[in-house]
């Protein structure tokens, strides 16, 4: 009897461990295209009145312009006009939009297309406690403390920043690149920055 259940149980499990992770995936995906879709409603409603197509097939069309025009503009600031047009156009968002620069920059270094004005990552033990913190180190002091930036998640462009004593900072072997990207998914993809940690988990090399 308890064979039988033990074996029930993790066939269970079994197909759990199959099923929730592509449920998960449909549900973000899901998720993700009702967000755009909403942002993009005004547009599909005026194709909606002009035509005959139903809603699903004119949100298609309105996302695959969208990706068309960020092509074509990919295509557009390669060329020597472009870059022109696009800096004079980013010196006038800048001073209108001050957080536009930011953004920007941000995004770049998510997508891998700008080197990280931060130096490396690190766990910081804040206020002395065992609670951890995954940092950005932007400074290091010739009395040995280090100054950091502590962003928040989902939005890594605020944060922030602390003076701490070195034995406080554990510096891990993680790409800044892939620490953003934990910071984004708000937490998700963390185990790298754990598992790199060795004087504090002892994992590591």
Wanted: charged letters at 15%; aromatic letters at 10%; proline letters at 4%.
């Amino acid at each position: 009897m308890k064979q039988a259940v033990s074996f029930f149980k993790t066939t269970i499990i079994g197909g759990l461990v199959v099923i929730l992770p592509a449920t998960i995936i449909f549900g973000v995906f899901g998720w993700l295209y009702g967000a755009v879709t909403e942002i993009i409603g005004p547009i599909t409603n005026l194709l909606l009145a002009k035509s005959e197509l139903r809603k699903f097939l004119a949100d298609l069309i309105v996302i695959g312009s969208i990706i068309l025009s960020c092509f074509l503009l990919g295509v557009l600031v390669k060329t020597s006009v472009g870059r022109f047009v696009q800096t004079k156009l980013e010196a006038k968002l800048i001073r209108f939009a001050p957080g536009y620069k930011l953004v920007k920059e941000t995004v770049l270094q998510f997508l891998g297309k700008k080197k990280s004005p931060f130096s490396q990552v690190a766990l910081v033990q804040l206020y002395g406690s065992d609670t951890l913190a995954t940092a950005f180190i932007t400074d290091q002091h010739d009395n040995g403390m280090f100054s950091v930036f502590v962003p928040t998640g989902p939005n890594p462009t605020s944060g922030q920043i602390f003076h701490l004593q070195g034995k406080y900072v554990h510096p891990v072997k993680t790409k800044v690149e892939d620490a953003m990207r934990s910071i984004i998914s708000c937490g998700a993809g963390s185990g790298t920055i754990i598992a790199t940690c060795p004087s504090l988990f002892g994992g590591g090399e």
